[in-house]
């Protein structure tokens, strides 16, 4: 079906990502290996669009007949109203990241969170179940990092964020799901003891010379598995010091971009992505 699709009057795939600014993108160079393994004729193009355009460029997908388009930052909401059926997953996380086109039909989808959770398993610890879990941040990142790890049936999360009354409310609008708990800063030492995995989703670390890392590392338990949705740099000052310190097995952000465009690519091309073309292209633009 998918083959009818995009195939039908071209002959070739389109794909693209909207966001602004969107220079910086690696999904180009990361989605283009990926349609050059798969031997599929097409091309994934970078677009900036600005705010006030989200809802003509969405008409223009299905004028163009674009298969599929990525939606990274400032669009993840507000591509939602223009489309004609948004997954009930991103509708909870309230994002979109990845939009199918089928015939005219649109429907956003949300690969961040579920990309995420197969590279932590892939890559840090096959198996979520009855696993503490803690989550630095309660935005958009969080959210869809929180739905998915839920769907793996771990023994708690406490979400802990600045804002503690956002932490507080998430976990409540979640509550039906497991034992999640939102908490501030403040409460961290007395309740990260038991902790299996800690999650860092905030921008905290992406500047190494001017942040301090979201949690002091000499708090951490030993051992644990400790991971950071940031990817540049490649490893944040929280995973190298709770590593150095701590002896914890870190997990840096790269994994969960690549997932999440292995996702997006699947459910464009109906075909397994080639996770190891894509990745390789990804870490050589990544210097
Ligand atoms: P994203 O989609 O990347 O999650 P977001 O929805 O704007 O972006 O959410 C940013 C998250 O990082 C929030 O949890 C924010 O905390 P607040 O809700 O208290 O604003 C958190 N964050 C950003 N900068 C931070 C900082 N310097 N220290 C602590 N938390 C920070």
Same mark, same amino acid.
């Given at each position: 079906?998918?083959?009818?699709?995009?195939?039908?009057?071209?002959?070739?795939?389109?794909?693209?990502?909207?966001?602004?600014?969107? &220079?910086?993108?690696?999904?180009?160079?990361?989605?283009? $290996? !990926?349609?050059? +393994?798969? /031997? *599929?004729?097409? @091309?994934?193009?970078?677009?900036?669009?600005?705010?006030?355009?989200?809802?003509?460029?969405?008409?223009?997908?299905?004028?163009?007949?674009?298969?599929?388009?990525?939606?990274?930052?400032?669009?993840?909401?507000?591509?939602?109203?223009?489309?004609?059926?948004?997954?009930?997953?991103?509708?909870?996380?309230?994002?979109?990241?990845?939009?199918?086109?089928?015939?005219?039909?649109?429907?956003?989808?949300?690969?961040?969170?579920?990309?995420?959770?197969?590279?932590?398993?892939?890559?840090?610890?096959?198996? &979520?179940?009855?696993?503490?879990?803690?989550?630095?941040? $309660? !935005?958009?990142? +969080?959210? /869809? *990092?929180?739905? @998915?790890?839920?769907?793996?049936?771990?023994?708690?999360?406490?979400?802990?964020?600045?804002?503690?009354?956002?932490?507080?409310?998430?976990?409540?609008?979640?509550?039906?799901?497991?034992?999640?708990?939102?908490?501030?800063?403040?409460?961290?030492?007395?309740?990260?003891?038991?902790?299996?995995?800690?999650?860092?989703?905030?921008?905290?670390?992406?500047?190494?010379?001017?942040?301090?890392?979201?949690?002091?590392?000499?708090?951490?338990?030993?051992?644990?598995?400790?991971?950071?949705?940031?990817?540049?740099?490649?490893?944040?000052?929280?995973?190298?010091?709770?590593?150095?310190?701590?002896?914890?097995? *870190?997990?840096?952000?790269?994994?969960?971009?690549?997932?999440?465009?292995?996702?997006?690519?699947?459910?464009?091309?109906?075909?397994?992505?080639?996770?190891?073309?894509?990745?390789?292209?990804?870490?050589?633009?990544?210097?």
């Amino acid at each position: 079906a998918a083959t009818e699709t995009w195939s039908s009057a071209s002959g070739s795939i389109l794909l693209g990502v909207i966001g602004c600014p969107i &220079l910086q993108s690696k999904s180009p160079v990361m989605h283009n $290996a !990926g349609l050059k +393994a798969l /031997g *599929i004729p097409g @091309a994934y193009v970078p677009l900036h669009v600005n705010p006030d355009k989200v809802g003509e460029t969405i008409q223009a997908i299905r004028t163009l007949n674009f298969r599929g388009i990525n939606v990274t930052i400032p669009h993840k909401l507000a591509v939602i109203e223009h489309l004609d059926r948004v997954d009930p997953a991103a509708e909870a996380i309230g994002a979109v990241n990845t939009i199918v086109n089928d015939n005219g039909i649109l429907t956003g989808y949300n690969t961040d969170g579920i990309g995420y959770v197969r590279s932590l398993k892939s890559e840090a610890i096959s198996d &979520l179940s009855g696993r503490k879990i803690m989550v630095i941040g $309660a !935005g958009g990142a +969080a959210r /869809g *990092i929180i739905d @998915a790890l839920l769907q793996e049936n771990p023994a708690s999360i406490i979400i802990v964020n600045r804002d503690e009354e956002k932490a507080r409310r998430l976990a409540v609008s979640w509550s039906s799901r497991g034992d999640i708990k939102g908490i501030g800063f403040d409460q961290i030492r007395g309740c990260i003891g038991g902790t299996d995995i800690l999650i860092n989703t905030t921008s905290v670390g992406m500047h190494p010379s001017v942040d301090e890392m979201p949690v002091d590392p000499d708090i951490i338990p030993e051992g644990i598995v400790v991971s950071d949705l940031i990817y540049n740099p490649l490893h944040t000052r929280l995973l190298l010091e709770s590593r150095k310190r701590r002896g914890c097995n *870190i997990h840096g952000g790269v994994g969960m971009f690549l997932y999440q465009g292995a996702y997006a690519l699947e459910y464009w091309t109906g075909m397994p992505a080639p996770i190891d073309v894509m990745r390789e292209a990804l870490m050589s633009s990544l210097g």
